[in-house]
């Protein structure tokens, strides 16, 4: 049991890291963005997309970290 929690849990934080780089990644793209602050459409439109896609992220790398916590608590349980 613990071994097959062990590999679900090295899952989720491989899941966990790599929405936690692309926020990283969205947030820095946006910076730079609006450091420009160029009035070229390219730029207005990609702003939109991340400020939609951004929430959305936040929401799933909550949804990740309450996932590898509950799955520490059920290793620490069954030790």
């Known amino acids: 049991m613990i071994s097959s929690c062990s590999l679900v849990l090295n899952g989720l ?3 966990y890291g790599a ?3 692309r926020l990283r990644l969205m947030g820095r793209e946006r910076f ?25 992220l936040l929401h799933r790398h909550k949804q ?3 996932a590898v916590l509950l799955t520490y608590c059920s290793i620490s349980c069954f030790w």
Not at 32 to 53: G, K, T, V
């Open 64 to 66: 990740v970290h309450d």
């Open 19 to 21: 929405i936690n780089d």
């Open 32 to 56: 730079e963005l609006l450091r420009a602050l160029q009035n070229d459409r390219y730029n207005e439109e990609r702003l939109s997309e991340i400020d939609r896609q951004l929430p959305d």
């Open 13 to 15: 934080l491989a899941r």
